[in-house]
């Protein structure tokens, strides 16, 4: 899936119509989201890399249908949602057959879209090969066995302390935002966000030094590499 970490999960809106992409985008970045925006097929097709695309199946230039197959071989891991006008049941069964992972008819709310994201990534997330172990610095995870140890001293960690540490260990050295944290270890944003604090406190306690997680303030929090 490739999710950099930065600033969270990163979508590429590929919409046409420039009022749509504009209240889309706000409404997207305001829940967390770094939003890319494409007008153009061609645009998509040169877009940087991303965790998942919102897609508009009629373009200017070009099939929203040609697109999503182009995106889908590119990359199998890719989250794609058509976000389209195209609401009869043929158009939806072509869109999910060229690789779209769901559907949104417009008009949609902004609560259904959010749920539709959260669970296209949550299927991606599942769906990317692990890592089998992790090292990054004096932490070393093994992820099948779900053991955690610093300095060669194993570490019991709780479920959601090990999912939290796990989410930082994926991008060492990078910034990982309390969306991001949340969708790995809760599989959703809807959680009170003092939920990632508590459970990062107990986790540096854990760790046995409190610098190896670095708070961000404002963003989120980043595991020490060095």
């Not at 061609?42 to 995106?71: E, K, Y």
């Not at 389209?84 to 779209?100: H, K, M, N, P, Q």
Request: neutral net charge.
């Amino acid at each position: 899936m490739g999710v950099e970490g930065r600033s969270g999960v990163r979508i590429l809106l590929v919409e046409d119509d420039l009022r749509v992409a504009t209240a889309m985008s706000a409404a997207l970045t305001r829940r967390g989201y770094d939003v890319e925006h494409a007008a153009t097929a061609a645009a998509a097709l040169s877009a940087a890399p991303c965790d998942l695309v919102l897609l508009d199946l009629s373009l200017p230039d070009g099939d929203g249908l040609d697109v999503c197959r182009t995106l889908r071989s590119r990359s199998p891991q890719l989250g794609i949602i058509a976000v389209t006008a195209r609401g009869e049941e043929r158009d939806r069964v072509v869109g999910l057959r060229v690789g779209a992972d769901d559907y949104v008819v417009k008009p949609f709310s902004m609560v259904e879209l959010q749920a539709r994201i959260e669970a296209v990534l949550r299927r991606a997330a599942y769906a990317s090969p692990e890592l089998m172990v992790i090292v990054a610095g004096r932490v070393r995870i093994d992820v099948p066995a779900r053991a955690v140890s610093v300095d060669g001293n194993d570490v019991a960690l709780t479920r959601k302390e090990f999912d939290i540490l796990l989410s930082l260990a994926r991008h060492p050295g990078l910034v990982i935002t309390r969306d991001r944290i949340l969708l790995d270890a809760w599989q959703t944003t809807w959680v009170a966000r003092h939920t990632v604090e508590v459970h990062v406190g107990s986790l540096r306690g854990k760790l046995g030094d409190p610098r190896l997680i670095e708070s961000v303030r404002g963003v989120g929090y980043r595991l020490r590499s060095e």
